[in-house]
Nanobody, 128 residues
């Protein structure tokens, strides 16, 4: 059974940095991708970054491009979201999610319904 566990959230001042971690376990093949989503109060869940386990390709949404990066340590089954130059509007609950069978997709998809597994979320609060 697949499990995803996020950690690393917290309170940070605007302009600061945080690194979120997603510990992934239970996958039976490398044909999957891990994505980071976030959801602020009253807003829809937003996909912001993803990384393919099989080839390491990454994607960043325009809203975070230039400030956030995604990386992985496959030996440790970890995926990281490095967040720099944080803004108050980055305040949200951040989730990691996994979709199995990533190779079937020819474009990056951030529809939450596509993702099979979710972590419990970690709160990120950016103060002004």
């Amino acid at each position: 059974e697949v499990h995803l566990v996020e950690s690393g959230g917290g309170l940070v001042q605007a302009g600061g940095s945080l690194r979120l971690s997603c510990a992934a376990s239970g996958f039976t093949s490398d044909d999957y991708a891990i994505a980071w989503f976030r959801q602020a109060p009253g807003k829809e869940r937003e996909g912001i970054s993803c990384i393919s386990r099989s080839d390491g390709s990454t994607y960043l949404a325009d809203s975070v491009k230039g400030r956030f990066t995604i990386s992985s340590d496959n030996a440790k089954n970890m995926v990281y979201l490095h967040m720099n130059s944080l803004k108050p509007e980055d305040t949200a609950v951040y989730y990691c999610a996994a979709v199995v069978g990533w190779s079937q997709y020819t474009i990056v998809v951030f529809n939450p319904r596509v993702y099979d597994y979710w972590g419990q979320g970690t709160q990120v609060t950016v103060s002004s």
